[in-house]
């Protein structure tokens, strides 16, 4: 099934993508027939809890499974109408960090400690428009690290990456990310390792970025509170698949499925006037992809589960209110009324 189309430009379709891992105890899907569409200048937020797949699925996409022990085994990942899983390494090789690029979630781990800040933007630069200048190229590194807010780039682009604090790092991945005017940024996590302050800074340079430049952008988070300030769409994961999609709106004001429920309860809402309680958590855990249960995945942390959860696992399907003329779909027997 695919969901999330619109009128405009598409960017990426992923149509039933399967991924999969070996390991000592058995063979398992961490990505298991997901799908769903971007167009241009959209953000789509995939959320979930660690362990559901939603790393797998922007590793997959830019076809950086190691294998072994990870093969992606079916389905298409379609890159303005290019399938990227048959095309070559060299092609691959091309449109990685050109017209698709990624930000990880701990920059200091993605900066190399022994180049300067700005050698690392040139290289990116210099890779994929190998027709500019030495001189051009330093040019465009400081201008992409005045873009997005370093003062003094000139400076900048000197200095090492224990020199800058966790937000200017990440700022200069973001910079080095958008260096080559990619169509899609795909974005994992890109705030967790930042405090509070700096995490609200660095989501408003992306959203700033990404209206002015009109990328496609995948933000993978668990954040809800990011997804409702960032995203136009959004794909709740669990246990390797997609069992919600819709709209900001949908999801916050009309989630149909229990998991999702769950998410939006556990937010902590700070109201004056009324009493402290307890925050909501969902019980248990992600269960193992090597055991899954038969049924629905979520069947044994549900407070709403029936005897059909049990025999047989639930398929995407599509629920049109009154308030929208969209798909907005969900994996469920027994989903939330409004």
């Not at 076809?63 to 890159?79: D, M, Q, V, W, Y």
Request: aromatic letters at 6%.
């Amino acid at each position: 099934m695919n969901v999330g189309t619109m009128d405009n430009e598409k960017i990426l379709e992923v149509k039933n993508l399967k991924t999969s891992f070996k390991v000592e105890d058995g063979h398992f899907f961490a990505v298991d027939d997901v799908s769903f569409s971007l167009n241009k200048g959209k953000t789509l937020g995939i959320v979930g809890e660690s362990g559901c797949g939603k790393s797998v699925t922007s590793l997959s996409i830019m076809r950086l499974i190691a294998t072994p022990p990870g093969k992606i085994e079916s389905g298409e990942i379609l890159f303005k109408g290019e399938n990227l899983l048959k095309v070559s390494d060299a092609r691959m090789r091309q449109i990685r960090g050109n017209e698709i690029a990624m930000i990880f979630q701990e920059p200091m781990t993605s900066l190399n400690p022994v180049f300067t800040c700005g050698d690392q933007i040139a290289e990116a630069i210099q890779l994929h428009q190998p027709k500019l200048n030495s001189k051009q190229i330093k040019e465009k590194a400081i201008e992409m690290l005045k873009l997005v807010g370093i003062p003094a780039p000139e400076k900048r682009y000197d200095e090492y990456p224990h020199q800058l604090s966790g937000g200017m790092r990440q700022r200069v991945m973001i910079a080095m990310s958008l260096s080559c005017s990619p169509s899609l940024l795909i974005a994992d996590e890109p705030t967790t390792a930042l405090d509070v302050t700096i995490q609200a800074q660095i989501l408003d340079l992306m959203r700033k970025l990404n209206s002015e430049l009109q990328f496609a952008m995948i933000l993978i988070t668990h954040d809800l509170g990011v997804v409702a300030e960032m995203c136009n769409e959004v794909a709740v994961m669990y246990a390797g698949k997609i069992i919600e999609y819709g709209t900001v709106e949908d999801i916050f004001y009309r989630p149909q499925h229990p998991y999702t429920k769950g998410l939006l309860d556990s937010i902590p809402h700070f109201e004056t006037g009324q009493r402290l309680e307890k925050l909501s958590t969902i019980p248990g855990m992600v269960p193992s992809l090597t055991q899954l249960p038969k049924g629905c995945r979520f069947r044994d942390r549900c407070t709403k589960s029936i005897s059909q959860c049990a025999e047989v696992e639930p398929l995407l399907e599509s629920s049109k209110t009154d308030t929208s003329s969209h798909s907005h779909t969900y994996a469920c027997f027994n989903p939330f009324k409004y």
